[in-house]
């Protein structure tokens, strides 16, 4: 046995040391920015772990020297090793690919349904006094989009450093008031693990995704009147503010976003001087490992260290819990929402019976001609399983008793997404599809013109027992009509991603939650051939889904409360943000998840966003950098590895622990470990005043059955010369139920209510 072990032992030792090492591509992460840094620096400390006779690897692909330090280059693992045990390197990674939050390889939410914008009226345009300039870091842009024009704009500030930079179809010309600067980037070496992939050389800021222009018109679109997606959802569409600022940084292709080069757009953005950064990409929450091997955290860190916000959708992983992303307690974190507005496609039954479905088509069918229906399982192709041809799996169909009949299909099979089992409908000639869904999905997938609906179980089982109790079943599937003014709403959205994070129960997230659900946003012509019916003129504006597209609704309300109060931080603004926040629908009912139960903080954070309500939210609470590096130490991180992201000689505090992360001064509270038998446990917060000088605040507590809740001293009084207070809440769980408990404490004072959200998990 032995023996064995040691013959294995040995091979596997001769295997690495004559196995020859691909180079591949790696960030190599050194901190804080000291200023600029030349690159013959990095171009030194490589020469020190690339063997002379590779001479021509020594070469760096990425400089990041503004807001951070550090370089990208290919290296071999042993090499990158190296690198990372030398002084001043935080950390060395490979470099990943990390994708569009809309779209995702097993995918609830299909590739159709990426993001878009809001319908008008969610922001109310406000007197600014301050020029919010948003940086976009996403797919590009689409500048003649009417959502881009600068009408009514005064001069660009000066303060903006960026640039716009030309291609073969992108002109400085195309950059004015509005979309004052656009970056494109070359992406030449992407790897994701050890397998390299070249990648296509960006030559211009063009958007040909889409996503980048959806996000963007979201975030801060001019308003256009009658906007809308082939009729539906008509009305003016409008992003956050029309007079915000955008710059827009192209950092990914239809392949998705390598790490250094998102890293490299926040290096730039904040150099160019944004107030704030919107990123609607990550990786899966299952990739998960280190905050300081994330380029977005870490990318987010610096930025936030210099004053710029960052914003980032929460991931489509949903409904299971642990698969939130983007959760470092430095980062906005955005979950996604229903919004009071729905699509439905009919269908019509043989025998006269109509019921709804759920979907954004263009079916050329009508009331007057039914064509017969199938079930997927009684069509199958021969020796098919019968659950892949219940669920239209590709090849499961006979395409001779296909055509021209209307499918029915489950939705089995996670990873045959409605795009696919439309294409497997389509392709045998189908005149349509009904999909039966045995989950609310809850956004409805836009299947162009081919005719599309999706059903419930029950509506569906109603169906399948027409079908086996008629000799020529028949159906149509009408065009879809938009059902507005939908009660409840808002409504977590099935997909987006769930709290607590994997890398820390002790930060509630996802942070706040805004609308992601068919939003009417603008997009690029490309992105609107594939859905348009011939002859049809493209209308510009399209609906899609995703925490893609609420992340930019967090960031327009954002630059709403920064042009209001332009000397608030990013943690003030947050704050106003989350402690303003409606946990109401519009039947002023709590808010609940698509399944109709009460949604949890874990679901939607602290809420639906209320941003006219942030602008006077009375108290806030800041986390400063020093908090950041705190909840780092606490988090494990060395505190040489926090001195050289601090620029200081910053020293962890001597004890150090996860728990005490619950103490960082955040907008809301979240304890992963609450033992039952150790009573009362202390929380600290402090709040700053920034409404009225002269106020007293009272205490209350919403909170679970069985749990004591205690804040101390339950009054704090604010005067001119007190302008923070600190506080402590209590709890008990002694008496409280095992798991997670939710509940809040409210702050009042005359028109202010400063809500504060908790997390307890009680063991
Ligand atoms: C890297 O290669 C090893 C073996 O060659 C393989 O087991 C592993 O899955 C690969 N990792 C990635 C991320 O591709
Ligand atoms: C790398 O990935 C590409 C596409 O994902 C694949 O075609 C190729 O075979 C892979 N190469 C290696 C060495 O694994
Ligand atoms: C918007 O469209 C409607 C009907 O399509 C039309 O009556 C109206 O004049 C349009 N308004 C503008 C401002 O174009
Ligand atoms: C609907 O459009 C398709 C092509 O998209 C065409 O083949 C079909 O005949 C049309 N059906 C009706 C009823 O007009
Ligand atoms: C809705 O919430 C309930 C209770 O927390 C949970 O059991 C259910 O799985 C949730 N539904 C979805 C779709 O997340
Ligand atoms: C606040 O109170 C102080 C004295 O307590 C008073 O001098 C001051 O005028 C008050 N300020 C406001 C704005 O009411
Ligand atoms: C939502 C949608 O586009 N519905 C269309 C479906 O098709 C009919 C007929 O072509 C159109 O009139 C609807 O507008």
Redesign the pocket.
């Known amino acids: 046995m032995s023996c064995l072990l040691q013959l294995l032992s040995f091979f596997l030792i001769i295997s690495s040391a004559t196995s020859i090492q691909t180079p591949k591509h790696y960030v190599v992460y050194m901190g804080s920015s000291a200023g600029e840094t030349a690159e013959s620096d990095h171009l030194q400390l490589l020469s020190t772990v690339i063997p002379r006779e590779e001479r021509e690897r020594i070469s760096i692909t990425n400089h990041y020297n503004h807001a951070l330090r550090g370089f990208s280059a290919m290296l071999t693992d042993d090499e990158a090793s190296e690198l990372s045990g030398r002084d001043g390197v935080v950390s060395v990674f490979p470099d990943s690919i990390l994708q569009l939050h809309t779209t995702r390889s097993w995918d609830f939410l299909d590739d159709n349904s990426n993001p878009k914008l809001n319908r008008g009226s969610y922001l109310q345009p406000h007197k600014s006094s301050y020029d919010v300039i948003i940086g976009m870091i996403d797919t590009g842009i689409w500048a003649e989009s009417p959502s881009f024009k600068d009408e009514g704009m005064g001069e660009i500030p000066k303060r903006w450093k960026g640039v716009c930079m030309e291609g073969p179809d992108f002109k400085k010309s195309d950059c004015n008031r509005k979309l004052i600067g656009a970056r494109y980037y070359s992406v030449m070496h992407a790897s994701n693990g050890n397998n390299t992939t070249q990648m296509r050389v960006d030559k211009s800021p063009r958007d040909t995704v889409g996503h980048g222009t959806h996000t963007a018109s979201i975030a801060a679109g001019a308003l256009v009147a009658n906007a809308s ?4 959802a008509q009305g003016t569409a409008r992003g956050g503010s029309p007079l915000f600022r955008i710059a827009a940084y192209k950092a990914c292709s239809e392949d998705g976003c390598p790490g250094s080069t998102i890293l490299k757009a926040i290096d730039d953005a904040v150099k160019d001087d944004v107030d704030i950064i919107s990123i609607s990409i990550g990786t899966s929450a299952f990739l998960q490992s280190d905050f300081l091997k994330d380029p977005i955290a870490i990318g987010a860190f610096h930025a936030e260290q210099m004053g710029v916000m960052v914003v980032c959708s929460g991931g489509n992983e949903g409904p299971d819990p642990f698969t939130v992303i983007n959760a470092a307690p430095w980062i906005f974190t955005v979950a996604a929402s229903n919004i009071d507005r729905d ?1 439905q496609s009919k269908v019509l039954l043989g025998n006269g019976r109509i019921f709804q479905g759920s979907a ?5 069918l009508t009331r007057t001609e039914t064509y017969p229906l199938a079930y997927g399982k009684d069509i199958a192709a021969k020796y098919s399983p019968i659950p892949e041809a219940r669920s239209c799996y590709p090849g499961s169909l006979d395409p001779e008793k296909v055509k021209g009949k209307i499918i029915v299909c489950f939705d089995g099979f996670p990873v045959v997404s409605r795009t696919i089992k439309k294409l497997v409908a389509e392709d045998a000639k189908a005149k349509g599809l009904i999909l039966i869904n045995e989950n609310d999905k809850s956004a409805p997938f836009d299947s162009g013109p081919f005719p599309f609906t999706e059903v419930g179980t029950t509506i569906g089982y109603k169906i399948l027992k027409y079908i086996n109790s008629n000799k020529n079943p028949s159906a149509t599937i009408l ?3 938009e059902i507005p003014r939908i009660k409840p709403a808002p409504v977590v959205a099935y997909f987006s991603s769930r709290g607590p994070s994997v890398l820390t129960e002790n930060i509630l997230k996802p942070d706040i939650m805004a609308p992601g659900v068919a939003i009417l946003a603008a997009v690029t012509p490309k992105d609107e051939e594939e859905s348009a ?1 011939d002859g049809e003129k493209p209308g510009g504006y399209a609906l899609r889904s995703g925490t893609s597209t609420a992340c930019p609704h967090v960031t327009g309300a954002s630059a709403l409360v920064k042009s209001v109060h332009p000397k608030w931080t990013s943690s003030m603004i947050r704050s106003a943000l989350m402690t303003t926040a409606t946990v109401y629908d519009n039947m002023r009912k709590p808010l609940t998840n698509s399944s109709a139960s009460f949604a949890i903080p874990h679901e939607m954070g602290v809420g639906e966003i209320s941003p006219v309500k942030a602008l006077n939210p009375g108290l806030v609470f800041e986390t400063t950098t020093e908090d950041y590096l705190r909840f780092l130490c606490y988090n494990g991180s060395p505190e040489k590895t926090i001195r050289s992201m601090s620029k200081t000689n910053f020293k962890c505090p001597t004890k150090s622990s996860d728990d005490l992360i619950s103490n960082i001064n955040y907008p809301s509270i979240s304890i992963s470990k609450l033992e039952k038998s150790k009573g009362f446990l202390t929380i600290k917060r402090s709040v700053t005043n920034v409404g009225h000088p002269n106020v007293t605040y009272t205490s209350t507590a919403q909170t679970p059955m069985g749990m004591k809740v205690k804040v101390l001293p339950k009054k704090i009084t604010f005067l001119e010369n007190v302008k923070r207070v600190s506080f402590k809440v209590l709890f008990d769980g002694s008496e409280a139920s095992s798991g997670y408990n939710f509940g809040y404490i409210t702050w009042s004072a005359a028109q202010y209510s400063v809500r504060m959200v908790f997390a307890v998990n009680v063991e």
């Open positions: 997606y082939h009729g539906l699509f954004i088509n263009f079916s050329n065009p879809t009509v019916s």
